[in-house]
C-alpha cells in the first residue's frame, strides 16, 4: 500500500523546512507542499509534488486536491505578528480567508475519502492578552481559556481560526444533509517562540531571541527590539517539529480539546543574551526598544501551561534553556555558519 499524502503549506517557511525533513527521514507520508516561493533544490526531492503559489487560489487548492488524496494538512502558512501589524488586511485575509479555504477543501476531501482528513494548525501564543506587565508577572503558566484578548491581528486571527477548526471539527453544516458525514479532526497546537540552528525567522516579534544568537554567530552586533527583561516562553525547532508530529498520531479517543498550550522554557531577553554571549564570546549586543514591538512581547504570557497536551497525548519537550544552547543552538549554529550555507 502507498503512504498516505500529506499537504504542508506554507512549507518554505521556518517550520516549513524543518517538518518536511523530519518527514523525509520518517518516510511514512508522501508529502505535497504549497509556498509562495518555490522551495530550495535541495528539499524538493523530499516531496512528491511541489506547488508554488497562494493559498487564497482556490482554484491552485481545488487542483491540488482533485490530483492528490490528502489525509492529512499541515497548515503553516501565515503571515506572523509584526508583518501582520503593518498589513492587517493582508494579515486577515492570509491567515484566515486563506484558513477558511484550506479547511473547505480538507473537509471536502473529508467527504471524499469517507474519513476525516486531519488538520493540523499552529497557532500561537499571540492569542493571549496579559492586560499588564504587573498581572504577567504573576499570572504564572497561563491555562488555554484565559487572558484570550490578543492585541495583535496575527493573534485575533489565530484565535479566530483554531474556533473555526473547531466549528468545522464538530458542527459543520449541522443543519444540512452533511451533518452525519466525516468531519475534519482539527488540532491545533499554542506554540512559543519557536528557536531554530538553521533559519532566522521573519516577521514575528519573538523573532529578537533567533536574531541575537543568529548575529553573534556571524559576528555581527546584534540591537534588541525589547528591553533585557522581556520574557516569553520558547522552544527549540526540533521540539516543535516533534510536537506537530505527536498531535497528529496521536490518539483521537484521548483528545479532550482541539487547543493544546506546549511549552519548553521561558527565557527573559537578558538571559538568552547572557547564554549568547557565553557561547560567542565577542558578541555585541544592545537594546533599543521598540515600544510597539516591545508591547506586544508584553502582551504574550511568561509562561503557557501545558498539562493538557502532556496528559492527552504525552507531550514533554526534549530541551530545557541550558540543553537547548549547550546541545542544539550553539552546536548546530556553529555548524551552519561553518558550511555558509545560505537556504
Ligand atoms: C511571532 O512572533 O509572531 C511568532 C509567534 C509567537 O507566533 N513567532
Known amino acids: 500500500m502507498q503512504q498516505p499524502v500529506v ?35 535541495r528539499l524538493r526531492p523530499m516531496c512528491l509534488e511541489t506547488y508554488a503559489g497562494n493559498i487564497m487560489d482556490r482554484y491552485l ?40 479555504h484550506l479547511m473547505r477543501v480538507a473537509q471536502n476531501q473529508s467527504g471524499r475519502l469517507g474519513r476525516a482528513v486531519r488538520f493540523i494548525f499552529p497557532s500561537s501564543i499571540a492569542v493571549y492578552g496579559m492586560p499588564s506587565v504587573a498581572e504577567k508577572a504573576t499570572a504564572g503558566r497561563v491555562r488555554e481559556d484565559l487572558y484570550n484578548l490578543p492585541i495583535t491581528m496575527y493573534g485575533c486571527n489565530k484565535l479566530y481560526c483554531e474556533q473555526l477548526g473547531r466549528y468545522f471539527a464538530h458542527h459543520y453544516r449541522q443543519l444540512g444533509a452533511l451533518a452525519g458525514a466525516a468531519r475534519l479532526d482539527f ?52 521540539d516543535a517539529v516533534r510536537a506537530l508530529l505527536m498531535l497528529l498520531e496521536a490518539d483521537p479517543k484521548k483528545l479532550t480539546t482541539t487547543i493544546y498550550n506546549i511549552g519548553a522554557f521561558s527565557a527573559s531577553a537578558r538571559e538568552i543574551a547572557d547564554r549568547v554571549k557565553a557561547a560567542f564570546p ?10 510597539v514591538r516591545a508591547k506586544i512581547v508584553d502582551s504574550w504570557p511568561e509562561d503557557v501551561d501545558d498539562t493538557r497536551a502532556r496528559d492527552d497525548w504525552g507531550w514533554k519537550p526534549s530541551y530545557d534553556f541550558a540543553r537547548a544552547f549547550d546541545e542544539y543552538l550553539v552546536p548546530g549554529i556553529a555548524n551552519r555558519y561553518r558550511a555558509g550555507r545560505t537556504s
Open 282 to 291: 565577542g558578541a555585541q549586543i544592545d537594546y533599543q526598544p521598540d515600544p
Open 7 to 41: 499537504l504542508v503549506t506554507g512549507a518554505n517557511g521556518e517550520i516549513g523546512r524543518a517538518l518536511l525533513e523530519r518527514l523525509h527521514r520518517e518516510g511514512k507520508y508522501r508529502v505535497v507542499t504549497v509556498d509562495l516561493t518555490p522551495l530550495p533544490e
Open 187 to 238: 488540532r491545533s497546537i499554542r506554540f512559543p517562540g519557536l528557536i531554530s540552528a538553521e533559519t532566522v525567522p521573519t516577521g514575528g516579534t519573538s523573532d529578537f531571541g533567533p536574531e541575537m544568537l543568529h548575529a553573534a554567530a556571524q559576528k555581527h552586533p546584534y540591537t534588541c527590539f525589547v528591553g533585557p527583561d522581556a520574557k516569553i516562553p520558547f522552544m527549540t525547532m526540533p
Open 61 to 100: 487548492l481545488d487542483q491540488i486536491a482533485a490530483h492528490h488524496e490528502i489525509e492529512v494538512v499541515f497548515h503553516l502558512a501565515a503571515l506572523l505578528s509584526t508583518r501582520g501589524e503593518r498589513d492587517p488586511e493582508l494579515a486577515h485575509q492570509v491567515n484566515v480567508e486563506g484558513t477558511l
